[in-house]
């Protein structure tokens, strides 16, 4: 299973900065994001793109949160 | 309705927000607003605590329409857009004093992050400090950010917390537009209405109204904010929402070179001051407050309007302390700074830093 970050319920920027040292601290492979408004989905995908991380999939929960799955080779 | 979406996300998206504000903005001075202060987000905070009695400076006392418009723009765009998301319980009482010590540092500077941009687009060149105490304070915010710095989580609420900030509101709007005298047993106000300065100055309630509800519902869908413009710069190097804010700049700029509002330099600005240390230091006191919270004031309202009750106390800490900085003689003016202002603004830094140093529960 991959590994997963949980930033729902966050402030504005932590779900990005959270994001952004699993980035750091995985360098490559996947990992998945859990966050609960569209501003934070917009973000992690913004710093996906900045960073060279693919967004494999942006799944709906049942909370209306959201699972990013990020990838890179 | 889903392309409409994904423009709103777009880089071209929020360019076309940011000249849409600076156009609005330049334009409600023309029509009326005052000088360099079309849009004020702390300046009309501060004008609707004079007209409810929470101070009694006379010159600044309106229920400014743009922020209920602000707050009900941004709910209405919610709605439509299904991202009204009732959410409280991250900090409230923090929130409330950073908005508290946001808007003493804002009423030093005498201006939020939205005016700072309009007054240097009008050629106050005393912007500039204030840009730069802002640019500071919220790079020291990042740094806070970075080290762990967390105001906990939200939890998801019931629909009517959601809804108080903007039943406010349409409190507001209806004693703006029945102006009930309540003081001294219906004799005298509040409502408080000022005659001459700032405060008298004012579009209609229709055009002001208008303008907020445009903005309130562009700016949910980008989620414009200045002070997350800054802070994804140093964070991440990532230009999207300064991109925005650059073009507010720009159409405010040239905008008021075609209305003849432009007048470049320093001395005798319009509702500004010279004093350049605390230009710098108040707006860095409100940069540093704005990053620990998480958002500008506009953006607070905004939030506040999609549901977020947190947000909405961050609002009321800043009418609550645009009151307190005019009962206590802390608020600047054009004649300089306010006699206890500099003393409020190094204890709101030592606040924020005590806040900033001690919230640091590391989130799993």
């Known amino acids: 299973m991959a590994e997963q970050v949980d ?27 859990m966050v609960d408004t569209d501003t934070s989905r917009e973000n992690i995908s913004r710093l996906a793109r900045n960073e060279g991380w693919e967004v494999v999939e942006s799944k709906k929960t049942q909370d209306s949160g959201y699972i990013i799955t990020l990838k890179k080779e | 309705m889903s392309n409409l979406k994904t423009f709103f996300g777009t880089r071209w ?4 927000v940011g000249v849409c504000i600076g156009i609005l903005a330049a334009l409600l001075q023309k029509w009326g607003n005052p000088p360099n202060m079309g ?15 929470l101070h009694r400076v006379a010159v600044v006392q309106y229920i400014r329409p743009e922020i209920i418009g602000f707050v009900l723009g941004s709910l209405i765009a919610a709605y439509i857009f299904k991202e009204f998301r009732p959410r409280v ?5 923090v929130r409330f004093i950073l908005g508290f010590f946001a808007m003493i540092g804002a009423l030093v500077f005498l201006g939020c992050p939205w005016r700072a941009l309009l007054r240097l687009a009008g050629g106050d060149g005393n912007a500039i400090l204030g840009l730069a105490g802002l640019a500071s304070g919220v790079a020291v915010g990042v740094l806070f950010l970075k080290n762990g710095y967390s105001l906990g989580r939200n939890q998801m609420t019931y629909t009517s917390v959601g809804w108080i900030l903007p039943l406010i509101m349409l409190s507001l709007f209806a004693f703006l537009v029945f102006a ?19 405060g008298s100055m004012h579009a209609s309630i229709a055009v002001s109204l208008m303008v907020g509800l445009l903005i309130g519902f562009f700016a949910q869908r980008t989620r414009f904010c200045t002070m997350g413009a ?30 003849g509002q432009f007048h470049p330099g320093f001395a005798k600005q319009p509702v500004a ?9 108040g707006m860095s006191l409100s940069g540093l407050a704005f990053a620990l919270a998480g958002g500008c004031p506009g953006r607070q309202l905004f939030l506040a309007g999609e549901g977020d009750g947190d947000a909405a106390i961050f609002v009321l800490g800043m009418i609550f302390g645009a009151g307190f900085s005019h009962t206590f003689s802390l608020a600047s003016s054009p004649a300089g700074v306010g006699f206890y202002g500099p003393h409020a603004v190094i204890i709101g830094l030592l606040v924020c830093c005590y806040i900033g140093l001690t919230m640091r529960e590391r989130i799993k």
């Open chain 2, 13 to 16: 998206g929020i360019i076309s």
């Open chain 2, 180 to 198: 009930p005298l309540m003081g001294d047993g219906g004799k005298s106000g509040p409502i408080f209405f000022s005659e001459k300065g700032p």
């Open chain 2, 273 to 281: 001051h010279t004093n350049h240390l605390w230009n710098f230091l």
């Open chain 2, 89 to 93: 319980g991250s900090a409230p009482i």
């Open chain 2, 39 to 53: 849009i004020c987000v702390a300046c009309f905070e501060r004008d609707i605590a004079g007209a409810l009695g």
């Open chain 1, 7 to 33: 930033a729902r319920g966050l402030s504005c920027p932590q779900p990005v900065i959270m994001t952004h040292n699993k980035m750091k601290e995985l360098k490559k492979g996947i990992f998945e994001v």
């Open chain 2, 230 to 259: 800054i802070r994804d710069i140093i964070l991440i190097r990532n230009f999207h929402l300064a991109s925005g804010l650059f073009a507010l700049l720009i159409a405010a700029f040239v905008n008021n070179i075609i209305l």
